[in-house]
């Protein structure tokens, strides 16, 4: 290499680290709720178990979190940017995939959200939770008007790896292209309940398919 050619090579070297740099502290999010008069909540974390810890990262500043609970459980962590005098609350369900009915309530760790920024534990789930969970968070407001919701699913990915612990058989197929994707789709049998059971794992490449069924 030439003077010219390092040069380059240094820019360029120099604006991938930046860039690592600023998507290792830039705030994640999962969900946000914009209430009508401009405050936002946001979901910034959820996380399984029974010692649940969040760490939220910015700039120059990071901030720990922590929580235990007896028995495996859902954590809920988050943000709040109140910008108005009036205090709000929150409520958040647990809702089927298909028919969007809610199934069961999760504990608010946050009762009134007022004016000002804060962030930590916004709800825990009330009992053990399954490998796939679909959350919706609404506000709670008097009257008929609409309520703001928002709604994200989450997998327990340790639940899902313990599940995967059994023999299983592996395939590959070929996907439709309306039905191409790069993700991964469970088929679960007794959903929502203390007994669910992992059938089939899908692994979605594009074009390709590969399937891992249990015995």
């Not at 050619?5 to 930046?18: S, Y």
């Not at 203390?194 to 490449?205: A, P, Q, S, V, Y």
């Amino acid at each position: 290499m030439n003077g010219t050619e390092l040069r380059k090579f240094a820019v360029i070297c120099f604006f991938v680290c930046l860039g690592l740099i600023v998507v290792a502290f830039w705030p994640r999010k999962i969900a946000t709720l914009r209430c009508a008069d401009g405050s936002i909540l946001t979901v910034r974390a959820v996380t399984f178990g029974t010692n649940h810890v969040w760490t939220k990262r910015g700039f120059g500043r990071t901030v720990r979190s922590e929580w235990n609970s007896e028995t495996p459980t859902m954590a809920i962590w988050g943000t709040w940017d109140g910008r108005q005098p009036e205090a709000h609350s929150f409520r958040f369900e647990l809702i089927h995939e298909v028919g969007r009915r809610p199934w069961a309530t999760l504990k608010r760790r946050t009762e009134n959200f007022r004016p000002g920024r804060q962030a930590g534990l916004l709800a825990t789930a009330t009992n053990s939770p399954g490998m796939l969970l679909c959350v919706r968070v609404s506000e709670e407001t008097e009257g008929k008007r609409p309520r703001p919701t928002a709604e994200f699913m989450v997998k327990n990915e340790r639940l899902i790896k313990e599940r995967s612990k059994r023999s299983s058989r592996w395939s590959v197929r070929l996907n439709a292209p309306r039905f191409w994707s790069l993700r991964t789709q469970l088929m679960i049998a007794n959903e929502y309940t203390t007994n669910e059971i992992l059938m089939e794992k899908f692994c979605n490449f594009g074009p390709l398919v590969v399937c891992q069924k249990f015995d």
